[in-house]
């Protein structure tokens, strides 16, 4: 299928910041850049997201001697290789190119593999995903074609990186690293921090330097210098943003500056009333079922964190858009970022959301009393101080099955524990607190704001938690969440993210299918069955969108 289409053209950035660099270069102090940041001052922003895809066709090489590996970043697991592009440049297909591990100082290859994906939506580069390499190895991309080996490679840790960077509507630039090492849940000292931003982040002279706002767990808010936010025109995404501890070496970076999207007029509605909000891996095949839902209930946007899927969560996603959905994907490559994720989004869909639910994929808003989310949200959260609502989730079991249910997490899982299980959380974007501090079940507010619990007999979230063996033992291979251990490692076994009885091992209990079972439930899945089934067919719509794989 031809679905290529060459690569946009960058803008280059405004005159005034080069003139502002070479004064920079020519003597600047770190105190002389201080003095943009004046209270009262609020520059217009230029109110562009850049999120334009890049497509390919796949059997296609593009020319190579132009294109060059931008940076590579480490995973445990995985390595991330960023592909740099000319403009107009045409883009590789994962079946044009081999991941190659090479020996120090060697072009010999000692092994060549395919690439895990390739992806061309994340912030307009092409990355490629190559598997573990093995010790002693650098990695690197050669095409088929040719065999040519790509060059450039700058090779960067996971564990110490500013990896994203966005500007929020205070005109700060919201930098999400790691490598901090800050506790959870706390506020640090902003004065220990500072940020840069540059093109090349190696060479402090060159480079724009300002304070920090505020730093909390993963995120640190710095003072976007004037000459950025007074840019008439896009930025140019090679720009990086930085961070480091006073006196010690700035992080590295792959961090590129965005702009936010445009700010709604106080006055005004948002476009949307009810939004959700998720990160997910190789959970393609439950999106629609989820989405489908949610829609009647009265969700109106969703956003979708890709978390590394393998699983072709692209068509499916595109088959739900085609269907009228409004769904987009993001690709969120950062592993062990569920918190960073969440704060991104609550970033992205402020500007058009009213209200943000947090949940996951296998989580389902359930309204026993029949009324529309929409309704219970609004009767909830009156006083209008009153800008968190926290729903209960009782956590559903097997429900004595083995296999995935075809028709679905809601018709199939009838049976859960007696007892409540944490809470998710629903919000007004506005009034979070500007550190974003979030333990993934809630957001901290700001002053004046508060939380409140919904009526179990109102609102309730059904968690198909523990759902087969096939699809429950994905849970083994990596947690999302920052600040919560993966169930391989052997330490905190007390933790509530853990699954009692079943150590650090994927080995299927001979009696899963009947755990976590003490009531049976059945109104979620009788709601479902009223009112979606076909009573012609007897299928449930989910069960017939194109692109998505059979349960």
Not at 302 to 314: A, C, L, T
Request: aromatic fraction near 10%; proline fraction near 5%.
């Amino acid at each position: 299928m031809n679905d290529r289409k060459k690569r946009s053209s960058f803008v280059p950035w405004s005159l005034f910041f080069r003139c502002t660099l070479l004064l920079i270069f020519s003597g600047f102090t770190l105190s002389t850049v201080r003095l943009f940041f004046r209270d009262g001052f609020h520059p217009r922003l230029v109110s562009t997201w850049w999120t334009s895809p890049m497509k390919v066709i796949a059997g296609v090489s593009p020319s190579t001697p132009t294109i060059s590996i931008q940076e590579t970043v480490i995973f445990p697991d995985q390595a991330l290789v960023f592909l740099k592009y000319p403009s107009s440049t045409l883009l590789f297909s994962k079946d044009d190119i081999d991941c190659i591990y090479l020996l120090p100082n060697s072009t010999k290859p000692q092994l060549k593999l395919s690439p895990v994906s390739i992806d061309c939506q994340y912030s307009n580069h092409q990355t490629v995903r190559c598997p573990r390499q093995p010790s002693g190895t650098t990695v690197s991309l050669a095409v088929k074609s040719n065999v040519n080996l790509l060059h450039g490679s700058t090779t960067l840790r996971w564990d110490s990186l500013a990896y994203e960077a966005i500007i929020d509507r205070d005109n700060t630039t919201v930098v999400f690293v790691k490598g901090l090492n800050l506790r959870s849940g706390r506020v640090s000292d902003p004065s220990k921090f500072e940020c840069m931003y540059g093109w090349d982040l190696r060479r402090p002279k060159f480079v724009l330097w300002s304070e920090v706002a505020s730093v909390a767990q993963e995120i640190v808010r710095c003072k976007t210098p004037l000459s950025i936010l007074n840019s008439p025109q896009r930025f140019n995404t090679a720009i990086k943003v930085s961070v480091r501890v006073v006196g010690r070496q700035t992080l590295k970076s792959v961090a590129q500056l965005k702009v936010r999207l445009s700010i709604p007029m106080p006055s005004s509605r948002k476009q949307h009333e009810m939004c959700i909000c998720t990160m997910l891996r190789n959970q393609a095949r439950f999106l629609p079922e989820w989405i489908m839902y949610h829609s009647r209930i009265g969700v109106q946007r969703w956003f979708i964190y890709d978390n590394s899927s393998d699983d072709d969560i692209e068509d499916v996603v595109e088959s739900l858009v085609g269907a009228n959905y409004n769904v987009t994907r993001h690709v969120w490559p950062w592993i062990k970022t569920q918190e960073a994720g969440f704060s991104h989004c609550a970033l992205r869909a402020g500007n058009s959301c009213e209200w943000i639910g947090f949940i996951d994929v296998d989580e389902f808003f359930h309204l026993p009393s029949g009324l529309s989310l929409y309704d219970v949200v609004r009767n909830q959260s009156r006083p209008s101080e009153v800008a968190e609502l926290r729903v209960s989730c009782h956590s559903f079991g097997p429900s004595g099955l083995k296999n995935v249910p075809v028709k679905g997490v809601t018709v199939g899982y009838t049976c859960r524990l007696a007892g409540w299980e944490r809470h998710k959380s629903v919000m007004r974007p506005e009034a979070l607190n500007s550190s974003l501090i979030n333990v993934v079940h809630h957001f901290h507010l700001q002053a004046g704001f508060r939380y409140a619990n919904i009526d179990r007999n109102v609102l309730v979230i059904n968690h198909y938690k523990y759902q087969v063996w096939e699809v429950f033992k994905e849970k083994f291979y990596r947690r999302v969440a920052s600040y919560v251990s993966d169930w391989q490692q052997e330490q905190n076994f007390n933790s509530k993210d853990r699954t009692p009885g079943l150590g650090t091992k994927a080995v299927e209990p001979a009696d899963w299918s009947t755990r976590f079972c003490e009531v049976e439930d059945l109104g979620l899945r009788d709601r479902v069955l009223k009112t979606f089934i076909d009573p012609k067919t007897g299928r449930l719509p989910w069960q017939d969108l194109p692109n998505v794989k059979k349960r």
